[in-house]
């Protein structure tokens, strides 16, 4: 049973575009998901927590869909700086784990 | 601004040893968690710890894991004897609520183990 899945990816896309990840959940119980960004090698680090229809930061929103189970994370005006693997995560019933989807990699180039 | 510790950054081992990784959680925090990262593939929960016990473990985290917080500032993992396929890089965490209740989960900068 998959979790959380995402986006296969990659992406590639040119700066200044407009891209969108999405990211099915099967645990209807869910109340609060999270995107992370995670760099080659490194940890992962927080970009957005999604708590009730949706989450607006800057260039990132994040909207989610209870009725069809999905989360979607869209990046307006890429940046080089906005590449690396966006991962869509789900805490556990119990709240004591992350669980976490594959991941989707950005590619933004000039 | 705070932020989770580990050491070391990478530890090479035979198989068969045992190894403990070292991670000092953000000061105030209460949870505790390991998580594993196998090259190229997600990110897995190994444990959680809350109140000095584990309060969740996954289906990896077997007989030849352990965690301790052996003082008021570190957080270890265990590991008795170490298989190929243990190797991975292994990040703590640390929130100070329940994740899901508006409590972020901080990771540390991870340490890359390679088993021989």
């Known amino acids: 049973r998959k979790e959380v899945e995402q986006d296969p990816g990659p992406f590639n896309v040119p700066e200044g575009a407009t891209v969108a990840f999405n990211c099915t959940y099967s645990?209807?119980?869910?109340?609060?998901f999270f995107w992370y960004r995670q760099d080659c090698r490194k940890e992962p680090k927080l970009l957005m927590s999604?708590?009730?229809s949706g989450n607006e930061d800057g260039r990132f929103t994040a909207q989610l869909n209870r009725a069809s189970q999905y989360i979607s994370l869209l990046i307006r005006d890429s940046k080089l700086s906005d590449s690396a693997t966006y991962l869509c995560?789900?805490?556990?019933?119990?709240?004591?784990?992350?669980?976490f989807g594959k991941g989707t990699t950005l590619s933004v180039s000039s | 601004e705070p932020e989770v510790t580990q050491t070391p950054s990478h530890q090479v081992t035979q198989m068969g040893q045992e190894v403990i990784l070292r991670c000092v959680p953000i000061?105030?925090?209460?949870?505790f968690y390991w998580y594993r990262q196998i090259l190229g593939q997600k990110v897995e929960f190994l444990v959680s710890?809350?109140?000095?016990?584990?309060?969740?473990k996954s289906e990896i985290f077997d007989d030849q894991f352990s965690v301790e917080r052996p003082d008021g500032s570190n957080f270890t993992l265990k590991i008795r004897s170490t298989k190929l396929e243990d190797s991975a890089m292994y990040f703590c965490?640390?929130?100070?609520?329940?994740?899901?209740?508006?409590?972020?989960?901080?990771f540390g900068p991870g340490t890359r183990l390679t088993v021989l």
């Open positions: 710890f809350y109140n000095n016990e584990i309060s969740e």
């Open positions: 000061s105030n925090h209460l949870y």
């Open positions: 999604v708590y009730s």
């Open positions: 965490a640390s929130s100070s609520g329940l994740a899901g209740w508006y409590n972020e989960q901080f």
């Open positions: 995560v789900s805490p556990n019933q119990a709240g004591t784990a992350l669980i």
């Open positions: 645990n209807s119980a869910s109340q609060s």
